[in-house]
Each structure stands twice: as C-alpha cells, then as structure tokens.
C-alpha cells in the first residue's frame, strides 16, 4: 500500500528505525550466553521495538506522524509471518507490557499457606522463533524503505516547476 501522507511517511520512516533496532537486539542476543540476563533482556527489546510500529504512538489526530501501522500494510507475507507477528503481539501485550495472570498465575496453598507462582520466562521460547522474528523485522524494514523511496520518487514526479 503506498504512502499517500506525510504523516504516514513520518511513522514509516520511524517504523524503519524500530525494525533496525529489533534486528539490532536480536543479532547482540545471538552473542549471550542463552541463560543470561542480558540475553533475556535483548529478547525482551527485540520484541517491544519490533511491535512499536504496530501500537498507538500518538495521542491526537493532529500529530506529525500516524498513530500506528497494521501489519497489513505490508505486502508478501506469509501465514507463517503473520503467526510470528501475532505471537510477538502477544508476548508483548501479555507478558511484557502487562502482566497477565495467564502469564504469572499465583496460588496459594489452602493448608500450608504458602504462595506458589510462576512468571513468564521469554527464554522459553523457541530459538527458531527469534531467527523468524529478525527475517520478519528484516522484510518489514526493506518495505518501509522502498515505501518512502517510492513516496520520494513520486513526490519528485508530481512537484510543479517553479519558474523564477
């Protein structure tokens, strides 16, 4: 889908910077040990700058940029891109961004009074997931770019000459 305002070139263009950095936290991650602090908290930045594009970011309408993107913006994915977006949405609304009790249910024990918990571990998840989310952030990152070249391109087609 072109870029037709340059409020939506705006988030595009910020959008490009997010995919970077996802891929950018992804790639660092791949250099930590996989039971690490760092290695987690890579992960976990890897998937709040991935979905940033794709969460309201502006509050009024009269902002320089979009509120957000959808990932049908974008053309040529696959099901299994899709299902790799959904799963980081969901990581980041559920677990991430919020704590949902799905993700860290508490318990407590009705005899001995004692609490039983278990919070969510993003170093559960698959590695082959992390290695589709960083194709993914990379195949997003080429659309936007190609999405402002062309908005450039055309903006170049369509401006009036000035004769001075």
């Known amino acids: 889908m072109p870029i037709i305002t340059k409020q939506e070139l705006n988030r595009y263009f910020i959008s490009d910077q997010d995919f970077e950095k996802a891929i950018a936290f992804l790639k660092e991650a791949e250099t930590q040990r996989h039971d690490t602090l760092a290695y987690e908290a890579f992960l976990t930045c890897a998937v709040i700058y991935y979905y940033r594009p794709f969460s309201k970011n502006e509050k009024s309408d009269k902002a320089e940029a ?55 571990d993003i170093l559960r998840e698959e590695s082959i997931f992390w290695k589709n989310l960083c194709s993914l952030a990379q195949k997003l990152k080429y659309q936007c770019t190609n999405l402002r070249a062309d908005y450039a391109n055309r903006d170049m087609i369509f401006r009036p000459e000035t004769n001075q």
């Open 66 to 120: 979009t509120r957000r993107l959808s990932i049908d913006d974008f053309a040529d994915l696959t099901e299994a891109d899709k299902e790799v977006h959904q799963r980081c949405k969901d990581i980041r609304n559920t677990a991430i961004a919020h704590a949902e009790y799905s993700h860290y249910p508490t318990k407590l024990h009705e005899d001995t009074k004692v609490f039983f918990s278990s919070r969510y």
